[in-house]
């Protein structure tokens, strides 16, 4: 087990595009064990493989107080999606920004899980915008993406503040 580092925006390994993970092997679900430890420290809701700078289609995901529930979709694919719903986000990757972003209110998602498996999930609310979250850091977007030129602009200096302190 392994605490992995987190990437912060705007590194330009964030923009990477993940490739589909061939088969779910005993390496595939060691790294899926570290994404949990890594998400359960921070702690935080979810984390996808591009912010520990593995460019792989792999999330975690626990939205539980306790951190029992977790969630690991493998080449995730969103096949439907409704609604509107809007939630303030947070991202491991923009440390202290939150802003409130709109997206689909349900979605039906299918993936492979820790075994292998192919499965499919119809949701909505939180999980529902972590998904899809995670799915955007798997293409190289960001929630800030969302945000207008001059918003984003902003946090990118209000980081570059921080990490210098
Ligand atoms: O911990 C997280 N909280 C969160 C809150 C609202 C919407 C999305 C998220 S995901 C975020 C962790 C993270 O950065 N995952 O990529
Ligand atoms: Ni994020």
Known sequence: MAILEVLHFPDPHLRTKAKPVKQVDNAIRQLVDDMFETVYKAPAIGLAATQVNVHKQIVVIDLSEEQNQPLCFINPKIMSSG??????????????????????????????????????????????????????HLVGKLFVDYLSSLKRQRIRKKLFKQKKR
């Open 83 to 136: 609604g509107v719903q809007t939630v303030e986000e947070g991202c491991l990757s923009i440390p202290g920004i939150f802003e409130k972003i709109e997206r689909p209110e349900h979605i039906i998602v299918e993936a492979l899980n820790y075994k292998g498996e192919s499965f499919t999930l119809k949701t909505d609310g939180l999980l529902a915008v972590c998904i899809q979250h995670e799915v955007d």
